[in-house]
């Protein structure tokens, strides 16, 4: 079970986190990944100083679960939420600090396998940490 500062309840944090994050589908999930932008002495040339670098890395990392009734009924959306609950729970730790997560199911999820939307999720995670690289036209 994920912690309540673990967990995304708003609406506003689900819209900021849909909107700003990168976005990336893969088989049964798709992704909306928003990591922090690294601060350091090179990220920025604020001349305020650093004072809250220490808030920063205690920030929590949190996730979201949208399964809409394309899914399926109640007692199927309820289950493949559990399942991505489950998964993501044991891949939170892995993220940067300060990072949200929103996973959104989609109707394939409901006949999937706990290993299937397991592997889906980690291509989607890695899919969308990995650098943006620029598209050749």
Known sequence: ?????????????????VRGGRRVGRGAVVVHLTVP?????????????????GAENSAPRRAGFVVSKAVGGAVVRNTVRRRLRHLVRERLAE????????????????DAT?????????AAIAAARAPRGRRSR
């Open 1 to 17: 079970m994920l912690t309540a500062a673990q967990r995304l309840r708003r609406s506003s944090d689900f819209a900021a986190a």
């Open 37 to 53: 932008e690294p601060t350091g002495p090179t990220g920025t040339n604020s001349p305020e100083p650093a004072r809250s670098s």
């Open 95 to 110: 993220l940067p600090a300060g990072t949200t997560l929103v996973v959104r199911a989609l109707p394939p999820a409901a």
């Open 114 to 122: 706990y290993v299937r939307l397991g592997a889906d999720l980690d």
